[in-house]
């Protein structure tokens, strides 16, 4: 089974700029996480789609993060402008359905750095 | 809401020895309880879950983890240490969205095992 497929691994741009982080959950999840974490913390969740609906965007920043899970499958992270504070790995994640007592399964995550 | 804190920002161990890392919760209710690896530029990893019953769960790699209720605490734990359990650790506990009845996973703030050959 493939796991979570996330792309790029790494970014790196400056500030003000414009990035795009893409995710592709497994195969029949329901559920798609995006968490951000900062070095030295644990994930913060960002954003949860359930199919294409978002469950919670409360932590997302959204003058400058945008997401969309289109079909409900691929999932797109957007960061425009970024700012110093967003450098970070961007973790995505996925599990088969809504609630459960399933753990989540993660991609590697896109590592960003803002210069 | 639920919590987890993992007490330890970094332990450290001797190869073969035991290991322990700590996490304790708060939380109403029983609780769902996670145990997750990170390896250095790598997503996090599953190694175990508690779900209200049996209170030693056994996961992968040769890891364990208690639950008890009385200390409100998931500690995660092996026998025999290796080098190669060097890694980041996240306990996390999920709770649930009282409006909308949907749930949505918390994360401790890590804890870096570091085993010395």
């Known amino acids: 089974e493939a796991g979570v497929a996330q792309s790029p691994r790494y970014k790196i741009i400056e500030k003000r700029q414009s990035v795009a982080f893409w995710c592709n959950p497994i195969s029949g999840h329901a559920t798609l996480y995006w968490y951000q974490q900062i070095l030295g913390q644990g994930p913060k969740l960002l954003i949860q789609f359930q199919n294409n609906g978002v469950v919670d965007d409360s932590q997302l920043p959204k003058d400058r993060f945008s997401a969309e899970r289109l079909k409900g499958v691929d999932s797109t992270l957007k960061i425009q402008p970024a700012k110093l504070e967003d450098s970070a790995v961007y973790l995505c994640?996925?599990?088969?359905?809504?609630?459960?007592?399933?753990?989540?399964?993660f991609g590697e995550g896109s590592r960003l750095t803002v210069l | 809401a639920q919590s987890v804190a993992q007490p330890e920002d970094q332990v450290n161990v001797a190869e073969g020895n035991p290991l322990t890392v700590k996490c304790t919760y708060s939380v109403s209710g029983n609780p769902y309880l996670f145990w997750y690896v990170q390896y250095p530029n790598r997503g996090l990893q599953f190694l175990l879950k508690?779900?209200?019953?049996?209170?030693l769960v056994k996961g992968s790699y040769g890891f364990e983890a208690e639950f008890n209720k009385s200390q409100t605490s998931f500690h995660l734990k092996k026998p025999s240490a290796l080098v190669s359990d060097s890694a980041l650790y996240f306990c996390?506990?999920?709770?649930?969205?009282?409006?909308?009845?949907?749930?949505?996973?918390?994360f401790g703030t890590g804890t870096r095992l570091k085993v010395l050959a």
């Open positions: 994640a996925s599990s088969p359905r809504q609630g459960g007592t399933g753990e989540l399964f």
């Open positions: 508690y779900i209200p019953g049996d209170n």
């Open positions: 996390a506990v999920r709770d649930i969205r009282v409006a909308s009845g949907t749930y949505k996973y918390i």
